[in-house]
């Protein structure tokens, strides 16, 4: 009779949802709350017409011109929880979000390891709501990991272990909130830490230097002419030093949209400075295969749960 009234809830918070985003469930079978990542004004923000719209299904879901941003909770099973927190940055070349297959799908996929899982949706760079469209994507990465260590009393969390996951332009905006997060973005941005406990970073916008970048991203983010020290600045790989969090790459060779070298220089970085990382390659796959592309080995899971167990993040 319970399951019956909370399928019956569940399907009434879907239907009164607007467009094609429904209410998630987490592994643990419960609706995931969505929550506001500002309780007040949204800083870098200024009055606009722009809409949140909302294309595709299921997987192929994505949501652009977002204005309010939110995180989205799933809680693993409480027998299986282990204090571990991972915010996850859905990818789509700074113009959209794959909310779906890099975003509440792996969310998911991390329950099962007894991982919490927040999955942003970010402010994408827009000149119509944004005065510095460079810097909105991070001061909500940053405002993400400040409100998830807020949170963290409260969902049993442990704050020194709360990491930060991006899938493509969503790894180049986890991997520049692990290599800035020493001068936080914005006017007086508090005391509270926003460095990330480790990165786990999935074929990864890193670079916007011309060889390598992903053309799309770093005009979205910088415009098309950025100048030579926005390039340098947003080239993560310029940006690690050894306080750099532990990191976890995987991208496949064979990408033809986002360059494997991306992963490779940010490696290199780690490698020189030191920093603990681990980087797999697969021969194929392509880009954006998340969890859900039946060509590429989804082995990057079993690989990610022994890399984060060997670093005692799955230890209770």
């Known amino acids: 009779m319970k399951k019956a009234i909370l399928l019956l809830a569940l399907g009434i918070v879907c239907s009164t949802m607007p467009g094609r985003l429904r209410a998630q469930a987490t592994v643990a079978g419960t609706p995931a709350p969505v929550l506001p990542l500002y309780s007040g004004a949204i800083p870098d923000s200024k009055p606009s017409q722009l809409k949140e719209a909302t294309t595709g299904q299921g997987a192929n879901t994505s949501v652009a011109d977002v204005v309010q941003p939110t995180l989205t909770v799933f809680m693993p099973a409480r027998e299986k929880a282990n204090g571990t927190a991972v915010i996850i940055c859905p990818g789509g070349g700074y113009s959209r979000l794959a909310i779906d297959k890099e975003g509440y799908a792996v969310a998911q996929r991390l329950n099962e390891l007894g991982v919490a899982a927040f999955v942003l949706k970010y402010r994408l760079p827009n000149d119509q709501s944004q005065p510095d469209k460079s810097i909105a994507p991070l001061l909500d990465a940053q405002q993400a990991l400040r409100m998830v260590r807020q949170l963290a009393p409260k969902y049993n969390l442990n704050p020194e272990r709360i990491g930060m996951m991006g899938f493509s332009a969503g790894g180049h905006l986890a991997a520049t909130a692990g290599t800035h997060f020493a001068q936080p973005a914005g006017p007086n941005p508090g005391p509270a830490s926003v460095r990330p406990a480790f990165l786990v970073l999935l074929y990864p916008v890193i670079s916007f230097a011309d060889s390598i970048m992903h053309k799309g991203s770093r005009d979205n983010l910088l ?77 990057w899971v079993d690989l990610l749960k022994n890399w984060m167990a060997a670093n005692g993040w799955l230890s209770k």
């Open 223 to 299: 415009g098309m002419n950025p100048s030579p020290e926005q390039q340098r600045l947003y080239s993560n790989e310029l940006q690690v030093t050894s306080q750099t969090p532990p990191t976890f790459l995987v991208q496949a060779e064979d990408d033809n949209v986002v360059p494997v070298q991306n992963s490779l220089v940010f490696y290199q970085a780690l490698h020189h400075h030191q920093v603990p990382a681990e980087l797999h390659i697969f021969p194929k796959g392509g880009h954006g295969f998340g969890l859900t592309n039946p060509t590429t080995p989804t082995q």
